[in-house]
Structures are given as structure tokens and as C-alpha cells.
């Protein structure tokens, strides 16, 4: 799942040729095809979906990307009046900081979300691309937990076994912090219907050592014992209006299962 930052059409092409998968947001600077013929022109994208699909929520075509013709489907979903109120305000607002002027042409882009993969409609049917690809950002978080409160990235030394050993190290780290995480997300769910803050489970695991602590004493029982009566007061996550990132993933199961029994 790739941000706007690392979209390259030669990449995408070479993913698909290994029979991997991809999804992507569309940026607009790449042209899109109807068909992967050379002669055919460049589709204006956006006035074709006012055109031809109406007031339709979601579109999904298969298109061809670039002068590559990179073949993939193309979700299009229609957004709501305030999310295009509130992306059309933040793009005049960086467009008067670099002192340039937005065209219509632009301005309407902006009333839909764009999105590319190659993963079939039998797997990812239409309507839950949208919000598979909202949960990119729990694998950022992931990534963001490891560097800032588990710091992998902070490696002393030069000798090649050094810094193997506390590479390895802080790996392991995060596969055993994995696991009480995993046994701490299955309990806020299951009896106290919230989800768990894993940025709150990590400080609290390493405040004063408690960890290291525990495994080197051998004492994992108690400190499950610990984090099961400080769970509800200090490590989940507030309740909030905004759906929070396992209420999404229990929608697009639930869209799955529905589309499939279609």
C-alpha cells in the first residue's frame, strides 16, 4: 500500500510480473487509458466519470496506466460535501503559500478519491478499497512504535556483530511485546468492547523496566495479571465519534463476506 510519495508505474509493473499486489491513491499527473492500445488517447478522467456514471457512489473500470500501459482496476468513490469543502480548503491554503492559483480542472479532481490496484474484484470487491486503504496508516503507526518508543533505529558501534546483536536484539524485543500486545488487544475487545493503545502499552511495559524486569525474573504471569487490571484505566484508547482502525476492519469483513455470498 503506497503513498502518493512512492508512486512509480515502472514499480507497479514489476510487482504485478511477480504476481504480488498492490494498491495505490492515483496521483494526477498520470495519464489513464481505456485500453492498452498506443494510438488511444489519454482519458480527461474526471469529466469522464460525470459524464458517464452519474451520481454512482463508487466506479471501479480497468484502465491502463502511463506510456507503460500498466493494467489495473481504477476505484473512483464520490465524496461527500464537506470532505470536498474541507480538501478544496486545504489545497487553496498551500496553494497560497507557494503564491499559485488552483484551476477548476484541479478543484474538481478533488471531489473524488482515487485509487489503483490489481487485486481482483472477487478479492477486494468495490465498495471496501476505499477503507483498506485508510488502514495504510496502522502499518506507519507500526513502523513510527519501533523507531520512537522501541528507538531500532539507534545502532552504536561499527563491528558487523555489534550491530547484528542488538539488531536481533530489539527484534525479538518487538516479537515478545507483539505477543502481550496481541493478548491485551484480544481482552479490551472481548470484555471491555474498547481497543487498545499500543503506544500506551509500550510505555507502560517499559516504565521502570517492567519488561525486562519480568522476563528476567521469569515473572510474565504477574505482569499479565498487572496489565489485565490496568488495561481499562490507563492503556486504551478514548472513545471517540471517528471510527477507530478495528471497527473499520470489522466493516470491510463484514462487506467482504457480503460480496462473496453475492
Known sequence: MR???????????QIDAHEAWYLSRLSKGVDVYLDAHAETR?????P???????????????VSLGQERVPCR?????????VVTQRQRKAHEEAHKKGR??????????????????????????????????????????????????HI?????????RIKCILYGRLITIAMIA????YASWYAEDYLQREISIAKLINWLKRKGRFAKAIHAGTLDALCIDLWRTLPKLLCKQKRKRRTSRQLIEEYGYDMEDALAA
Not at 503513498?3 to 509493473?13: A, F, I, P, Q, V
Not at 489519454?42 to 474526471?46: C, E
Not at 458517464?52 to 463508487?58: F, I, N, R, T
Not at 490496484?117 to 513510527?144: A, C, D, M
Open 179 to 182: 505477543l502481550v500486545s496481541s
Open 42 to 46: 489519454a482519458l480527461a478522467l474526471v
Open 3 to 13: 503513498d502518493l510519495g512512492y508512486l512509480s508505474l515502472e514499480s507497479l509493473r
Open 74 to 82: 481504477l476505484l473512483a468513490y464520490r465524496l461527500s460535501e464537506d
Open 48 to 62: 469522464y466519470l460525470q459524464q458517464h456514471y452519474g451520481d454512482a457512489a463508487v466506479v471501479d473500470l480497468p
Open 101 to 150: 492559483m488552483l484551476t477548476q480542472e484541479y478543484l474538481n479532481w478533488l471531489t473524488f478519491g482515487l485509487y489503483i490496484t490489481n487485486v481482483s474484484k472477487q478479492i477486494w470487491p468495490s465498495k471496501v478499497v476505499g477503507t483498506i486503504y485508510r488502514l495504510r496508516w496502522q502499518v506507519e503507526l507500526t513502523f513510527k512504535n519501533w523507531k520512537s518508543l522501541l
Open 153 to 161: 533505529h539507534i545502532l552504536k558501534g561499527t563491528r558487523p556483530e
